[in-house]
């Protein structure tokens, strides 16, 4: 039997299928509702059933991680792989139980790999680093709001409200530091990035939080559309060009994130310099030099982490 599991904040849409058919159900994306879908699971006879869905960030781990230590074959897929099959199975209309459809005839004809769950620390890491993020973005919200005030009063205030979120980020910070030290293959994981010219200590962070998991990655090239970096091209008949862009989807935070490592890769990174002058002399325009530099650091750290050696200028990056 094979279960596919279409993620919502609020709500799991699940599709069971079996050799007789098919069948929905919909529970809420809370650990009882995690406990409803196992007991209904159970009263189908499908409690061994290999469970699917999609890697969609927060929003799925908690059940994945529920269905695996309740003893379910879980995997954990790539979002593209699963629109690559719905493309190919010719499915247009897109809701919730279909979607559920979908993953699980994908589950079932390709029987992707079971995942293995990230170690407990790396939750933690996660839930450090994105509230560091929603403190960063905060804090240069009220600096815009400092920038526009009229009135003492307010500035005043805006002015004490930046100085204590400054706080919490240096005393946050530093808890990441100390739990980095707790967890030496965190540890090590980040060091192994910041061997990377261009990469520091917070977009280190950063990386190990969000891909750590790298079973979910068949190749880099998934990776690379995961963060939203993989190329597309927009024509149109036969006197449109839109030329090449990216598909900008996945962690919009983590795009952000390499903009400026990949600043300064393009100049201090042997490998990327290089690179980056090639793109150039090509013609490309400096916005398309920058983000593939992006792409290229993606491609840096995938293979640091997947190897476990530290960058080395004379390994060429792969395409």
Known sequence: MYLGIDVAKDSLAVYLLKAEGGMHHEVRNEPAGFRELHRWLKKQQASRAHVCLEATGIYGMDVAQFLHDNGYRVSVVNPARIKGFATSQMRRSKTDRLDAEVIAAFCKALEPSVWTPPEPAWYELR???????????????????????????????????????????????????????????????????????????LTAWRLVAEIQALATFQDVRQLVAYVGLDPTRHDS?????????????????LRAALYMPALVA?????????????????????????????RKLLHLAYGILKSGLPFNPNHPVPA
Not at 238 to 253: E, L, P, T, W
Not at 268 to 283: C, E, T, Y
Request: proline residues 3%.
């Open 127 to 201: 839930a450090l680093l994105r509230h560091l993020e929603d403190l960063q973005a905060t804090r240069q919200q009220q600096v815009n709001r400092l920038h526009a005030a009229t009135t003492e009063v307010v500035r005043s205030q805006l002015k004490q409200h930046i100085a204590f979120i400054d706080e919490q980020i240096r005393q946050l910070k530093q808890q990441v530091r100390t739990h980095l030290q707790q967890h030496p293959n965190l540890q090590d994981q980040v060091h192994l990035l910041t061997s990377i010219p261009g990469i520091g200590e």
């Open 237 to 253: 008949g036969s006197s449109v060009r839109g030329g090449h862009s990216i598909s900008r989807q996945g962690r919009a935070a």
């Open 266 to 294: 393009m100049k201090h990174n042997p490998i990327l310099h290089v690179f980056a002058a090639r793109l150039s002399a090509q013609g490309k325009l400096p916005q398309q030099v920058i983000i593939a530099v992006m």
